[in-house]
């Protein structure tokens, strides 16, 4: 009852905090430790894919009909890995953001200690894909230089509403590629077991990025929600297409010319890539994300279908 004499933005902190302490509660009873969790002392077993074939860029091309068994398998070893370098790429962006946003916080609230967690949760990501990348025999894969520079900007200058979904569009499309994955009996036991630990622990990471993209929304005006629109698109835009890296075509000992011409035109790829964000879509459709610009980048990078009725006026 005493809540209820509450205003409202001081009933709208409490509820944040109830669900930053759910959120630390979970943490603490369900994490993992992936340097024993995962088995990284036996040796890289070749008879297995690194992912799904299904999720192959090359999947349902004529480039793959002429593929061995054994080029199959290497080329999604050398994908997987590339996702996983991408991965670390955009946590290591992720932390920035969030160290930047809580710096002056207060230390005993709630959410400040979840946010810590989060970053404590992405570290052990990211050293978790470095080490499967390496375990899977491929190089450190990295967008390319203008790429890199572009987040660089972006973990120094987005902030608010823009940051967080942003973390979302990535945590979204790796989560939906990797829960196929882990369930997948063709793809390394190893590289399953750091998939499932990736899906268990990052569901947390985006429940906390939808929460906070809504609050930071909810006085927002229409010049701040058309910008970060776009910029939240642009970003989208530069992790998507940074997944795959042109280099694991020739690490996998294919014609890297062909190997992109199909790549880049495989109707197959791109469904899969539009039907996994349908969820991330209608989300970002009901904060009013999905403006006429960004609408563009997403269909540029092959996240949404070509008619969509879900536009911010």
């Not at 036996?42 to 894919?49: I, V």
């Not at 608010?160 to 009996?185: C, H, K, S």
């Not at 539009?274 to 991330?280: A, D, E, F, T």
Request: hydrophobic letters at 40%.
């Amino acid at each position: 009852m005493a809540s209820s004499t509450l205003r409202p933005e001081d009933q709208d902190r409490l509820d944040e905090q109830d669900a930053a302490r759910r959120l630390l509660d979970s943490s603490a009873k369900l994490s993992y430790d992936p340097v024993t969790e995962v088995d990284w002392d036996t040796p890289l077993d070749k008879d297995f894919h690194g992912a799904s074939p299904e999720w192959s860029t090359l999947y349902g091309t004529a480039y793959w009909n002429e593929l061995t068994d054994a080029q199959r398998k290497e080329l999604t070893r050398q994908e997987a890995a590339s996702v996983a370098s991408t991965g670390i790429w955009f946590e290591m962006i992720l932390q920035q953001m969030v160290l930047r946003d809580i710096y002056t916080t207060d230390a005993t609230d709630p959410r400040f200690q979840w946010a810590l967690t989060e970053i404590a949760d992405e570290c052990r990501h990211s050293i978790m894909f470095a080490r499967g990348a390496a375990k899977l025999g491929a190089p450190a894969y990295r967008p390319r230089r203008a790429v890199v520079e572009l987040g660089r900007a972006f973990k120094t200058l987005a902030f608010g509403e823009a940051a967080y979904a942003a973390i979302l569009v990535a945590e979204e499309v790796l989560d939906v590629m990797q829960r196929d994955w882990m369930r997948d009996e063709r793809v390394a036991p190893f590289v399953r077991t750091i998939n499932n630990i990736h899906v268990v622990e990052e569901s947390r990471h985006m429940k906390f990025a939808r929460d906070e993209t809504r609050k930071r929304l909810r006085h927002a005006g229409p010049l701040r929600r058309q910008l970060n629109a776009f910029v939240i698109a642009v970003a989208s835009y530069f992790i998507v297409t940074s997944m795959v890296n042109r280099k694991v075509y020739e690490n996998a000992g294919l014609d890297t010319r062909r190997a992109l011409t199909e790549a880049g035109s495989n109707e197959h790829h791109k469904s899969l890539m539009r039907s996994s964000c349908s969820g991330l879509m209608e989300f970002l459709a009901s904060a009013r994300l999905l403006t006429k610009p960004a609408l563009v980048l997403y269909k540029r990078a092959n996240l949404i279908r070509a008619e969509r009725p879900e536009l911010t006026r």
